[in-house]
């Protein structure tokens, strides 16, 4: 088969990696890609906003299958505009990833569907809006209802807080404002064709930027699959389930990732928010361990044939820990040099995923605030951690940082 990936970061490189692997796998392109994918694929320049761009690369180069990575093309329709060219692709239409672009409209599916979520109520007027939370009390969740890269939702803990929230976030849209939801958090993973959905791995990310769950959040510092002590299978049928039968009845079924953000309450599983491709760095730990071939099983999503379909994982605990640029997330430096690279990827049971890095001459340097993710697996989740740090450890890059207790 002939593929076009898209997107740039560690999330992407994975999936070349697990793409490229695959015995059907004819010819992998991927836009633009990075450093790190170039050993494995052809990389295309045009970005993952050049919609049109993309669906003619895709005709002229014969492509068979287009797995776009990140959400924001998908939000936009490229899953669309691709099948209105008779192209494969794998991913929800513009309709079915409001399930990300749209916090309003999952509340609206998730509670039509009978699954379990925090009590919601959506505000265009910041008076009303002010008016509504002044009849409760703290903790309490602003968020803007449209896509904000992880920076539209705060946990106040005071009514200041929300009242700020609030006024910072009306300006740009509908917010909805929530009860909150105490326990601890797991992301599911689903693999969904319109009707059916298949297990693809559990994990936990660590989004604040410092040790210990401080500082400002970001994409991600570090992700750990499996997480320990969780059964997925309640949750792929009280709310992966539901969920997709919600879509299919309103005309808008749901194929490709879905990735469900849980909070593990006294009551159960409760859905906090959807999206609808993989998490980075989620997705680093989540191939490091699958094994069964990943191209058949994403042809088969698009294609509506995932009924007795089933992925296989390897036993191990895979651990990812993000190496990021210093001054992430607020002002990451870019061009510093990074080194080791090859004695990181040497140390057993270790892999090396690049995000923001690029080609100076024959150096690779960094050029993004998450630059690289290192991944190790092992029998259990104390080796896997142990692999991924004594990646860390060999890589040679002083501007860089990253998060001491992952894993831990
Ligand atoms: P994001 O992934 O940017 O939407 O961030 C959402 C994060 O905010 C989640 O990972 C939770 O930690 C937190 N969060 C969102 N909604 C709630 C809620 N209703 N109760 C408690 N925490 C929440
Ligand atoms: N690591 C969180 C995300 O990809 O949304």
């Known amino acids: 088969m002939r593929v076009l990936l898209i997107g740039s970061g560690g999330r992407e490189h994975a999936l070349a990696w697990a793409l490229a692997a695959s015995p059907l796998m004819e010819k992998l392109f991927v836009a633009p890609g990075n450093p790190g994918i170039a050993p ?61 672009g749209s916090k309003a409209f999952t509340k609206d599916i998730a509670e039509a569907a009978g699954v379990p979520t ?23 969740v602003v968020k803007a209802d449209g896509l904000a890269s992880g920076k539209g ?20 849209g509908p917010i909805v404002i929530e009860e909150c939801l105490v326990g601890e958090e797991v992301s599911l993973f689903a693999l969904c064709d319109g009707a059916n959905a298949v297990f693809l791995g559990t994990a936990r990310d660590h989004k604040r930027v410092g040790d210990g769950d ?16 969780f059964d997925p299978a309640p949750a792929m049928d009280r709310i992966i389930r539901p969920v997709l039968a919600e879509m299919a009845s309103r005309d808008m079924p749901f194929r490709g990732i879905l990735y469900a953000g849980l909070m593990l309450t006294e009551d159960g599983a409760s859905l906090i928010e959807f999206n609808v491709r993989f998490g980075d760095p989620e997705c680093q730990v989540l191939m490091a361990r699958l094994q069964s071939d990943l191209l058949p099983a994403l042809l088969a999503a698009c294609q509506g044939e995932l009924d007795n379909f089933d992925l296989r994982f390897r036993p191990e605990a895979a651990c990812g820990v993000v ?42 340097v960094a050029s993004g605030g998450r630059v690289l993710t290192l991944v190790g697996t ?24 990253n998060r001491s207790d992952i894993g831990l």
């Open 40 to 100: 494995l694929a052809e990389l295309v320049p045009i970005g993952m906003e050049d919609i049109a761009a993309l669906v003619t690369f895709a005709q002229e180069n014969a492509i068979d299958l287009v797995i776009p990575g990140p959400e924001a093309p998908l939000v936009a329709g490229i899953t669309d505009a691709m099948e209105a060219a008779g192209i494969e692709c794998c991913g929800p239409t513009a309709a079915a990833a409001q399930l990300e």
């Open 118 to 140: 925090a009590r919601w109520e959506r505000f265009i007027d910041a008076g009303e809006a002010h008016d509504f939370i002044s009849r409760r009390s703290p903790p309490i």
């Open 323 to 364: 190496m990021a640029a210093r001054g992430y997330p607020n002002a990451p430096e870019s061009g510093s040099v990074i080194a080791g690279l090859d004695h990181a990827a040497a140390v057993p049971g270790a892999m090396v995923f690049h995000a923001g890095t690029a080609w100076r001459g024959e150096q690779v």
């Open 214 to 229: 401080t500082g400002p959040n970001t994409g991600g510092m570090g992700a750990i699959s499996p997480v320990p002590g």
């Open 153 to 172: 939702v705060v946990v106040a803990q005071t009514m200041a807080e929300a009242d700020d929230a609030i006024d910072r976030f009306i300006p740009h």
């Open 378 to 401: 092992g029998l259990d989740a104390e080796t896997a951690r142990q692999a991924a740090y004594a990646a860390v450890a060999a890589v040679q890059w002083p501007e860089g940082f």
